[in-house]
Structure formats: C-alpha cells, structure tokens
C-alpha cells in the first residue's frame, strides 16, 4: 500500500465548486486503495485578508495575535473539505497544526517546524480514515498557534510527508508543473517532467514561485519524492481514473535524472537594489561589521561582490537585497558608518537578478562564457556576477529582464518546438 500526501494551494480550494472538485481527486486516490494524509491552504485572497484585518485592528505587540489571526484561513478549508469528502462517503477527519501537533519554534509570522509527532495520522490510516490538515500552521512549545510564513502550506506538506514517511508528496496547485521559466515571460519555456532537489532549491530562491524555498529545503533532506501538478485537470465522465491528464513535475534526487541537460531552466527575480560601499578599510572584521546588522533586521543579502584592493588598503563592496528592504538597509548601513568606516554609499533599485541553473554545468565548462557573449550581443550589461558549482546569476537592468531571459532560454536550447 502507498501512502501520499496531498497538498492544495489556496486557488484549487477557491470556493465550494473547487473544494468539490479537490474532494474528487483525493477520492481518486482512496479508490485506488492510498493512505492519504491532505493538506490545504486557505481559500485564495483569505490570507491577505486576515492579514489586512490584524493590521487594521491595530498596532500589534509581537506576531503571536497575528499569528493567531492569520492561521484561521487555513482552518475553514480543512473543515469544508472534511465535509464535502464525508458527502462523498469518504471516512475522513479534519486536523489543526495544534492536534496533530506539528511543533515549531517560536518565530512568529515565519515558525520553522521542529518536529512532527505522526502518530495519530497513522492511527486513523489503520481505520481507513483519511487526514485532512490545515497547512500553515504550528504550536510553540508553550502552546502558541504560529505559521510558517507565506507560501507554508507546502511546508508542512512536505514536514508531514517526511513524518509519516510517505512514498511521495503531491502538491496541487495551478499550474501543471514546473516549466524551463515563467512562460508567461516566455511563452516557449517547456514542463519540465523531472528536476533534481539541488535544481528546484535553486529555481525556488533565486525567483520561480512555484513552491516555498523552504519546502524544498525539506524535500531535499529528506528525500520526499515531490510532484508538482494541476488541480484543475477536471475528473471525465467515465470515472476518475484518468483525470490527471498532466502527470506534473517530478522533484526528486539527480541519480534519478537519466537524460541530465547542461541547463535545466531559468530563473528570475525583478525588484532587486544594488547597494555599494566604496573605499573600506581591508582589514578583518569589515564584512561582519556590515552584513551582521543587516542579518539582524531579517534582510536577506545577496550577489557578494568584494573588489580586490590595489594597494591592500582600500576595498569596495557591492551586494543586492530585495527592493522593499533597500531603504531599510541604507539606513542601517548609514548608522553603522563609523564601525564600516566608508567613503562613499552608492545605491541604486530597479535592478533584476537572472539565473542560469542546472547541475549539468558541474560538468561542463564555458556555460558562463556563452551567456555572457549572448548578452553582449543583445547590448545587456552586466552591472555584477555570482555563481556556484550549479548556477550562475547576473545582476541588470530591470528594463531588460525578458529580453535576457529569452535569450538565455534559446541560447541553452530550453526552448519547445
Ligand atoms: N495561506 C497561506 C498564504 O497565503 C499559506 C499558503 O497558502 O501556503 O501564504
Ligand atoms: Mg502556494
């Protein structure tokens, strides 16, 4: 027997009409005789909502009320897909983060989960029963509701996969897959039937929002085999059988990748600030005096670039951040001036970061030289560069994004027929 878990996002379980075609697709699974654990996230628009709603009651002293509010989206759609599958004569019970319990630690508003106690969802497999669990959603060790942080549905989806040691984890959603880019920047991008975790983590934080960074995180440590796949493949009339008309996107460890490309796909991420500080002391201790204050205020620094000083005595640093974060930074590093010691700040938003990913390029050399000549060709500059062993990131003009990305999607041949 298989055990799966099922995750559906917030637009699969947009009102009643979806909750029912969602209950038919885990009835599917039932049928076919699966231990089935779902995971749900709140109706579309619920969250933003409820966050809206704690805003508007007033300034909040910590997340823990935020908290408290916010993980409530995630408890309607667990109830009302309880019932719809009961109607549909399906043994099923609905779950809170607290009941199970899914623990967390107690970073409010983004909680990271420590530990899953699956016992009980077992228990209710032993009887048939199907579990249907609000996602998003845990308890501190001193009993305060948290969530996971946008996006955490697929989270504990993939925390309870790893937990209940299912043989795979599907997660729902509305689009059918994971594709080569967004196709709604290039219509040519591809599905892509397999990606190694090391390749998702990497499309997920540098820019595809197909899944939380952090889901990935997971999947990849503890190897939960994860598809990615649409629930609005509508059940046909002749049964539910073959309803999956898209088989999805399956993530999974790279020995299971035969046919292994150079690049797997491209990635991209607008709205980025480019921050310099010129002319620092080289000396121990400068990157710490910059980047520890920014860890501190939660800003998420990327692209590290350190110029080598001439004379061993100066040095400049660039480095990116997201835009909503880039005031914020500036004024953090305008407070710590005197520790930093610089001559000069420079900073400027409206940048876009693309990445070129896959962990063929372990293997192959001269993969950043051919999307350079490719991008000078089409007049992009380059303003800064970071790579790994599996992907190389370029920082320009925001203006230039498609362009870029359509270039590289067909440069590495990404591109369908
Ligand atoms: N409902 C939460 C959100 O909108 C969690 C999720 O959908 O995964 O971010
Ligand atoms: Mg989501």
């Known amino acids: 027997m298989t055990c799966i878990v099922m995750k559906f996002g917030g637009t699969s379980v947009a009102d009643i009409g979806c909750i029912h075609n969602v209950a038919r697709h885990i009835k ?3 049928d076919d ?19 809206s709603w704690a805003r508007e009651a007033g300034a909040m002293q910590g997340a823990r009320e935020y908290d408290t509010v916010i993980a409530s989206g995630e408890q309607i759609t667990a109830g009302l897909l309880s019932i719809a ?5 399906v043994n099923t019970r609905s779950w809170l983060g607290w009941q199970i319990p899914i623990l967390t630690d107690s970073a409010h508003g983004t909680a990271r989960i420590k530990n899953i106690d699956g016992t009980s969802l077992i228990k209710g497999f032993k009887q048939r029963q199907v579990a249907v669990i609000a996602g998003f959603q845990g308890l501190t060790s001193d009993e305060r509701l948290t969530t996971l942080g946008r996006g955490g549905s697929d989270t504990s989806a993939i925390a309870i996969a790893a937990a209940i040691k299912a043989d795979r984890c599907d997660i729902y959603t509305d689009v059918d897959g994971v594709y080569t880019t967004d196709p709604r920047i290039e219509p040519k991008a591809r599905r892509l039937s397999k990606i190694a975790f090391e390749e998702m983590l990497e499309m997920a934080s540098l820019g595809a929002k197909v899944l939380q960074v952090r889901s990935v995180e997971l999947a990849m440590l503890h190897k939960v085999r994860t598809f990615v796949r649409s629930s609005f493949a509508v059940p046909n009339a002749a049964g539910m059988k073959d309803s999956i008309n898209s088989p999805g996107t399956l993530i999974c460890d790279e020995e299971e990748i035969v046919e292994q490309q150079v690049v797997t796909g491209i990635a991209f991420a607008k709205d980025e600030a ?6 620092l002391a080289d000396k121990p201790g400068i990157s710490a005096a910059i980047f520890g204050p920014l860890a501190e205020e939660n800003i998420n620094v990327d692209m590290i670039v350190q110029n080598i000083s001439e004379h061993g005595a100066k040095t400049d640093m660039t480095f990116t951040v997201p835009s909503i974060d880039h005031n914020k930074a500036v004024k953090i590093l305008e407070k710590n001036r005197k520790e930093i010691k610089y001559d000069a700040l420079q900073s400027e938003s409206g ?9 063929g390029m372990r293997s192959h050399a001269g993969v950043a030289a051919t999307a350079f000549r490719a991008l000078a ?8 560069i970071t790579t790994s062993e599996i992907k190389i990131s370029i920082l320009i ?3 230039y994004t498609e362009l870029a990305v359509r270039t590289l999607h067909s440069l590495y041949c990404l591109d369908k027929n």
Do not use: C, F, P
């Open 28 to 30: 599917r699974e039932v």
């Open 397 to 399: 003009d925001s203006v």
């Open 33 to 51: 005789g699966h231990d089935v654990a779902v995971v749900v996230s709140a109706m579309a628009g619920t969250t933003d909502q409820l966050i």
């Open 377 to 384: 060709e089409k007049g992009i500059n380059i303003r800064a």
């Open 85 to 89: 599958l009961q109607n549909m004569g």
């Open 274 to 279: 480019q921050i310099s500080l010129r002319r």
């Open 351 to 359: 940048l876009a970061k693309v990445s070129v990913i896959g962990i």
